[in-house]
């Protein structure tokens, strides 16, 4: 078997990047797409992503809104396994390719729907824009910013999140599919994309939720950007008290820990007044020299550090290279193209990209027979992963919240920890927006004991994951060699920071140490100091990549009768989230860089300060310019320039003041409606409070209510898709230990010996 979805055809209907993503993480890992286009191509066949985002795929040229073209679509859809759309709501129950009308015909099809917003409401017509998303979903409001104001992103995160969350919903009906006989219908919309970059901050206690920090370097000091004295900058990435205090010392500023008010308490310095204290200090000694000898002086006392470094420098370094995370083809018009590799490892169905995306007529496309028969069984009741076993050994985000993706499919997710429980519970709200779902052991795993007792447990559960750094599963005994002798169908899923080679693949791998090498903090900030994204980009991503990889492997099993390993890192992410950005031919039209407080990139394609909040617009056809012109009253606007000269105006030059002097007075609400009446492609900046209170977002059903043990009522993301109405979670996170002795029980172990364990400090029970 060449990949782990050899012999899956998908049909893809999709366009821009989420579900041409999505799909193409599908055909890395063996499936064979066929991506139906309209004749004037996908909207973004212009854009270097696209050659990236399609590879692997043959296209075919249909229209469904035409007659003579329908027939032609059903009947490949008739040899599909499963069939993509990202059309508005409606679309597909007009021609007929909704989920129930397909699955009454073909009751083994998965049907996938990715809208751009959400199922239902008012914002769900509007055209695809990673900007309205962004806005919407409180993306842009949240973002850190030096003025009270939402940041415009560059990088079109949203997206790239919605379409890796597909990825691994569309792998798990597959999985479904082949326990039950049936197909099903699937949905992860673009509010799905949210709540899987935004689960640390869209969540609250109480009154108790996320800031905004007041700064794009970062607010705390132990974990920001500094400037050093050549002008170059660095990001400090020491996350735990350990770390910092190592820093200090490197630094000879160990005074600070001791300073009245501090008191050699660690998470003072984390909160106001220390922290602005301790960061003057900070800014202050980095100025003094510059920044190689700075990284010469951390790097030396173990501390986790990165330089701020430039896209393309990276795209091209070492670490990349070994990773396979930059592979070289020919076009036939762009000669050589440069385009991410395969970002997470299978090894024994290994992934691949064969070459760019062909064309193909639809009278050459094969017969195909689905992969499975139509069976007989319901629908698994808690999710398509229902009887899953997870034995999560994942701390931080990026490995524990790959594991909160499955239990929100339906698996069984056991956070498995040391005595003392994962250090980011010192987070609070970000850990339990990325630990739902989960039930919680603590076990010494240094001891023989507690080793054995998780041995038990492996060989009776599906998947283990860790991101320990490199040797650490070796010394704990618990690498996969050792876990497939004990369990041939385990799937060991491992996340580092740099790989498992390479000059880098011992230091910690923090997610904005990730973003400063990648260059993703320097293209934000533009001709001005780098920023500090305030979504966990390389963390989040690697986490939705690991639970694809980890539902690939389940896939792959159900054919070979053997689980396998899966290896994937942050800087492999730091590449696919950059996917559009990185892909090089010779002339490429440049990548969008900012600015500090980044409003947007022109002067239709912007934020614009309301009386009483924030209005995004965002046009992306000329004549849109016309339709601005009278939404506002000033058509003599279009007498001063044509909608093509208006398209390349600034943010902040002569058409953007005027829209900004036009819309300031404005309440947000008559902005938005005036705007969209005239089919302006705009929406209001949600703020966080307002953004928990939404009605189109509470009508999506965004969030649920659950209770936490120890803060009570807390509000959080629901779901990360929705299988036919299941999916989502049954419980908030769990404290450490909080279901040790239940767990231990499940797993077969005596009451005796679960007291003894207990009474020896081996296990812990909250």
């Not at 980095?286 to 330089?307: M, S, T, Y």
């Not at 409003?599 to 924030?614: E, H, I, K, T, V």
Request: glycine share 10%; aromatic share 8%.
């Amino acid at each position: 078997m060449s990949g782990a979805f050899a012999g899956i055809r998908i049909v893809d209907f999709t366009q821009g990047i989420a579900g041409p993503m999505a799909t193409m993480l599908l055909a890395d890992q063996g499936a064979e797409v066929i991506k139906v286009e309209p004749p004037g191509g996908d909207r973004v066949k212009d854009e270097p992503g696209y050659l990236c985002w399609n590879r692997n795929k043959r296209r075919v040229v249909l229209d469904p809104h035409r007659f003579e073209d329908l027939s032609a679509v059903r009947a490949l859809l008739a040899t599909a396994d499963a069939a993509v759309f990202d059309w508005a709501p409606g679309e597909q129950e007009r021609l007929g390719l909704d989920a129930t009308t397909l699955l009454a015909e073909h009751p083994a099809l998965v049907h996938v729907w990715l809208p751009p917003y959400s199922a239902r409401g008012r914002w769900s017509q509007l055209p695809p824009s990673e900007a309205l998303i962004s806005a919407l979903g409180t993306v842009a409001a949240q973002q850190s910013s030096y003025e009270d104001q939402p940041v415009w992103l560059v990088s079109p995160q949203v997206s790239y999140g919605q379409a890796m969350l597909s990825a691994g919903a569309i792998g798990s009906a597959l999985y479904e599919r082949t326990q039950t006989g049936r197909g099903g219908s699937v949905v992860v919309s673009g509010l799905n994309g949210v709540a899987a970059v935004h689960s640390g901050i869209t969540i609250k206690w109480g009154e108790a939720m996320d800031r905004h920090s007041g700064s794009s370097r970062g607010a705390v000091p132990n974990y920001r950007l500094y400037q050093c004295g050549d002008g170059l900058w660095l990001f400090l990435g020491t996350l735990t008290p350990p770390f910092f205090l190592r820093a200090l010392e490197a630094m000879d500023l160990m005074e600070l820990i001791v300073m009245e008010g501090v008191d050699g308490e660690f998470t003072k310095l984390l909160q106001p007044p220390m922290n602005a204290v301790a960061i003057e200090r900070l800014d202050k000694r980095f100025a003094e020299k510059p920044r190689d000898e700075w990284l010469k002086i951390l790097h030396d006392a173990g501390v986790p550090r990165a330089p701020v470094g430039e896209r393309n420098d990276w795209f091209r370094s070492e670490t990349v290279t070994i990773n396979e995370m930059r592979l070289e083809f020919d076009h036939p018009k762009h000669g050589k193209v440069l385009i991410p590799g395969v970002s997470v490892k299978l090894q024994a169905t290994p992934g691949e990209v064969r070459g760019l995306m062909t064309d193909a007529k639809i009278e050459a496309i094969q017969p195909h027979e689905p992969a499975v028969r139509p069976g007989g069984r319901d629908p698994l009741p808690r999710g398509p992963l229902a009887g899953v076993r997870v034995l999560d050994l994942g701390q931080f985000i990026a490995g524990t919240f790959a594991p909160t993706f499955l239990a929100s499919f339906g698996a069984d997710v056991i956070k498995v920890e040391l005595l003392d429980g994962d250090p980011f519970r010192l987070a609070g709200l970000q850990f339990a927006g990325h630990n739902r779902g989960k039930r919680a052991i603590a076990i010494d795993l240094k001891s023989d004991a507690g080793r054995e007792a998780f041995y038990e447990m492996v060989r009776q559960s599906d998947v283990v994951l860790d991101n320990f750094r490199a040797g650490v599963r070796e010394r704990l005994r618990i690498d996969y060699a050792t876990l497939r002798a004990m369990n041939p169908r385990i799937v060991s899923c491992s996340v580092t920071g740099y790989g498992p080679e390479g000059p880098l693949a011992n230091d910690p791998g923090f997610d904005p140490l990730l973003q400063a090498r990648s260059g993703l903090m320097a293209a934000q900030g533009g001709n001005d100091e780098p920023v500090f994204f305030k979504i966990a980009v390389n963390d989040s991503g690697s986490a939705m990549i690991a639970a694809f990889g980890m539902i690939s492997a389940l896939f792959a099993r159900e054919r070979t009768g053997e689980g396998q390993e899966v290896l994937t890192c942050l800087a492999n992410q730091s590449i696919l989230t950059q996917s559009g950005e990185v892909t090089w031919y010779e002339g490429r039209p440049p990548a969008p860089v900012g600015g500090r407080d980044f409003l947007g990139p022109g002067a239709l394609n912007r934020f614009y300060r309301c009386a009483d909040g924030w209005v995004a617009v965002a046009c992306s056809d000329a004549t849109q310019f016309h339709q601005l012109c009278a939404a506002l009253g000033r058509s003599e606007w279009a007498g001063r320039m044509t909608a093509e000269q208006a398209m390349r105006e600034p943010a902040t030059g002569t058409l953007g003041n005027l829209v900004a002097e036009a819309l300031a007075p404005m309440p947000r609400t008559e902005a938005v409606d005036r705007l969209v009446l005239r089919g302006v492609p705009a929406a209001p900046v949600l703020g966080l409070p307002e953004f928990f209170d939404d009605p189109w977002v509470n009508e999506n059903r965004y969030f649920d209510s659950y209770e936490h043990p120890v803060w009570g009522p807390t509000v959080g993301q629901r779901a990360y898709g929705d299988f036919g109405g299941r999916g989502g979670f049954e419980r908030g996170a769990p404290l450490v230990g909080q279901h040790s002795v239940e767990v231990l029980r499940e797993f077969g172990f005596e009451d005796d010996r679960i007291e003894a364990l207990l009474a020896d400090g081996v296990v812990r029970q909250a």
